[in-house]
């Protein structure tokens, strides 16, 4: 019986211990996503803009560099990459790179604590370069950059940005020389397969006359800008006033293309009536005037002039394209009563 109840209590123990050590591990967990004070003050800069270039500083211990991402539109996320000097090699495992997320206030030379949160640390250098994925899209889709990259496990959200990294020294007696060490730090932009179309027709074109069709899908008639997967695209712009335009379109990833429409009007048709003796002017030019006389001419101000005898009057029209026009031509009687 005394064995049983060793045996009880050896087990009730374990349960024990395992519970205050998950419990100390969820508070561990809590407390890792907690605004943590960071001090120093921010030496660079790394920014990421429209071109999506890589970009590359030079950092120290102890030092500060901000991380902004001015275009997100074709940014599935960041790779930073740490490559250590030769000196610090010596010296495994013993600093400490760390990122962190929605710095409070945001960051400004001329200050030197704020309140973060910190989505990365760990200890290097174990290599040369240190790869650090931080995605900025879903992490479904994320390729690691590196077979020994790690990965963020809380990615931040274009709202958290800028982000702040910092190194420092996790152990005592390093040498001078090697405290003095640079780090090269660059920022490589990882990008979604697409890229963008603007278009632009002309100013005199009403956008509510026309249609707009990319890969046989219409799209919205009064957007100027669309985003494509990369690759040969077909548009088509169709109306009743235009004829009709159709051009392949080759899309670059994270590039804008960008494509003046030219419409041409479709003809237009006008048919006159006027009385058998009129002489009937258009634009300057006699034409006949007969039963179901008709005429095609393009678009815009035209002139129509009609003299009967010695009587003679003109009127400017303005013509529509790809639309029919009548034009009677008559004299108004006035009788006056004196």
């Not at 539109?73 to 962190?100: C, K, M, N, T």
Request: aromatic share 6%.
């Amino acid at each position: 019986m005394g064995s049983i109840k060793a045996v009880t209590n050896h087990r009730l123990n374990t349960l024990g211990k395992l519970a205050l050590l998950t419990g100390l591990l969820l508070l561990f967990v809590s407390i890792s996503l907690e605004a943590e004070q960071v001090r120093g003050k921010v030496e660079h800069t790394l920014i990421i803009d429209e071109s999506y270039s890589d970009t590359s500083i030079s950092i120290g211990l102890r030092e500060l560099c901000q991380i902004r991402v001015e275009s997100t539109e074709f940014l599935q996320g960041i790779v930073v990459q740490v490559e250590s000097p030769q000196a610090a090699l010596q010296f495994r495992e013993s600093f400490l790179l760390s990122v962190y997320s929605n710095a409070s206030p945001p960051p400004r030379k001329d200050f030197s604590n704020y309140s973060a949160n910190k989505i990365h640390s760990d200890s290097f250098p174990s290599a040369q370069r240190t790869f650090v994925d931080i995605p900025l899209r879903d992490k479904g889709k994320w390729e690691r950059s590196t077979l020994n990259s790690s990965v963020v496990t809380v990615h931040p959200r274009p709202t958290d940005y800028p982000l702040l990294l910092s190194i420092d020294p996790i152990m005592k007696g390093i040498p001078s020389n090697v405290s003095r060490s640079r780090f090269k730090i660059t920022l490589k932009p990882v990008l979604i397969d697409k890229g963008a179309l603007l278009l632009e027709v002309p100013k005199e074109v009403d956008r509510d006359d026309i249609q707009i069709h990319i890969d046989g899908n219409i799209q919205e008639r009064n957007s100027k800008r669309f985003i494509l997967s990369t690759g040969v695209h077909k548009l088509t712009i169709e109306s009743d006033l235009y004829l009709t335009y159709s051009k392949s379109i080759g899309i670059e990833r994270a590039q804008t293309t960008k494509l003046e429409a030219v419409l041409e009007p479709k003809q237009s048709t006008i048919r006159f009536e006027a009385p058998e003796d009129a002489v009937v002017f258009f634009n300057g030019e006699q034409i006949e005037v007969g039963s179901g006389t008709q005429l095609q001419t393009a678009p815009g101000e035209h002139v129509v002039l009609v003299r009967i005898g010695d009587y003679s009057v003109s009127k400017k029209i303005d013509i529509k394209g790809g639309k029919n026009y009548k034009v009677s031509l008559f004299f108004d009687i006035l009788v006056n009563d004196n």
